[in-house]
């Protein structure tokens, strides 16, 4: 059984914990419920996210089960309030030095290099934040991969970047064929119109 655990907190982005609480979760069904997947927050309270989403999480910082994955979602507040939390960022370090694997979604990179996992690392984050990243020193900003794991630690590019991370989680925890289903469940076939370099026709 894998518990993944995701940290919320005020001003995280909305799809950068959804989206891959939606693969854990199918995951996690399409498995018979062998699995499970938790909210954690530094108070009981509902979190209000960045665009305004409120979610109440299931556990507390001192009160959740051992986690085998730790998902650090970005968002304003991944890259301004909570890297100055010791609360958080302290329990950030000892929670992810027993994690099996360790995941950031956008800028939640600038949580965990706060915290200490990302430090010496190479990463990804939202390509907006690249370099503010670099730039806080002793990491390794990658800018041409969705997601990039590097020893027990996954980090991915902007938003929707965290689903591909996730599928390729689970993939590597319960194999490829597992993971081909939870995107077939989840209908992950990325299409979108009005691509950067498309022509505008007229």
């Known amino acids: 059984m894998s518990t993944y655990g995701i940290l919320v907190f005020d001003d995280a982005e909305e799809l950068d914990f959804a989206g891959p609480w939606e693969v854990?979760?199918?995951?996690?069904?399409?498995?018979?419920?062998?699995?499970?997947?938790?909210?954690?927050?530094?108070?009981?309270?509902?979190?209000?996210?960045?665009?305004?989403l409120r979610v109440l999480p299931d556990h507390t910082l001192d009160d959740h089960p051992p986690l085998d994955v730790l998902l650090i979602p970005g968002g304003r507040g991944a890259r301004t309030t909570q890297p100055h939390n010791a609360v958080v960022t302290e329990w950030i370090a000892r929670t992810a030095a027993e994690a099996s694997w360790?995941?950031?979604?956008?800028?939640?990179?600038?949580?965990?290099?706060?915290?200490g996992p990302a430090r010496g690392r190479r990463v990804a984050?939202?390509?907006?934040y690249e370099d503010a990243l670099e730039a806080?020193?002793?990491?390794?900003?990658?800018?041409?991969a969705r997601y990039v794991v590097d020893g027990n630690l996954l980090t991915s590019q902007g938003v929707s970047a965290g689903i591909d991370s996730a599928l390729w989680l689970v993939g590597r925890l319960?194999?490829?064929?597992?993971?081909?289903a939870v995107r077939r469940e989840i209908h992950y076939d990325p299409a979108p119109p009005y691509l950067a370099d498309e022509p505008e026709v007229s």
């Open 102 to 115: 360790v995941v950031s979604v956008c800028t939640g990179a600038f949580l965990l290099h706060a915290a």
């Open 24 to 52: 854990f979760t199918t995951s996690a069904i399409l498995r018979n419920d062998a699995d499970r997947a938790v909210l954690i927050a530094e108070r009981p309270e509902p979190v209000r996210f960045s665009k305004g």
């Open 174 to 180: 319960h194999g490829r064929a597992h993971a081909r």
């Open 125 to 128: 984050t939202h390509w907006k």
């Open 136 to 144: 806080r020193g002793d990491v390794t900003v990658i800018r041409d």
